[in-house]
Nanobody
Framework: GQLVESGGGLVQPGGSLRLSCAAFGFTFSNFDMRWHRQAPGRKERELVA?????????DYVDSVNGRFTISRDNAKKTVYLQMNSLKPDDTAVYYCNARRGMSEYWGQGTQVTVSS
């Protein structure tokens, strides 16, 4: 299986971006999906948002709650992360992750830079 992210870039504080992550080679609709991020200088990735396989439940880290929205389109095998009111602290490489039991896939990451 493979995950391919897109949609990152440079945006001013207060701006918006929408990240996409397309899945290939596995049954996307069976997997919970997550977005993680790794900020500059940090060794670990932070879990940002989660959506269950059917899309019935979403969860967010406190720092993005109310600003970011995770969604998915199982017909298009794609998960999205809508990011609004972006702050410089949101600057990071964003990774999507598919997980079901012991099966797991990661994307290559997309850079998001929030700066004036």
């Amino acid at each position: 299986g493979q995950l391919v992210e897109s949609g990152g870039g440079l945006v001013q504080p207060g701006g918006s971006l929408r990240l996409s992550c397309a899945a290939f080679g596995f049954t996307f609709s069976n997997f919970d999906m997550r977005w993680h991020r790794q900020a500059p200088g940090r060794k670990e990735r932070e879990l940002v948002a989660t959506i269950t396989s059917a899309g019935g439940r979403t969860d967010y880290v406190d720092s993005v709650n109310g600003r970011f929205t995770i969604s998915r389109d199982n017909a298009k095998k794609t998960v999205y992360l809508q990011m609004n009111s972006l702050k410089p602290d949101d600057t990071a490489v964003y990774y999507c992750n598919a997980r079901r039991g012991m099966s797991e896939y990661w994307g290559q990451g997309t850079q998001v830079t929030v700066s004036s």
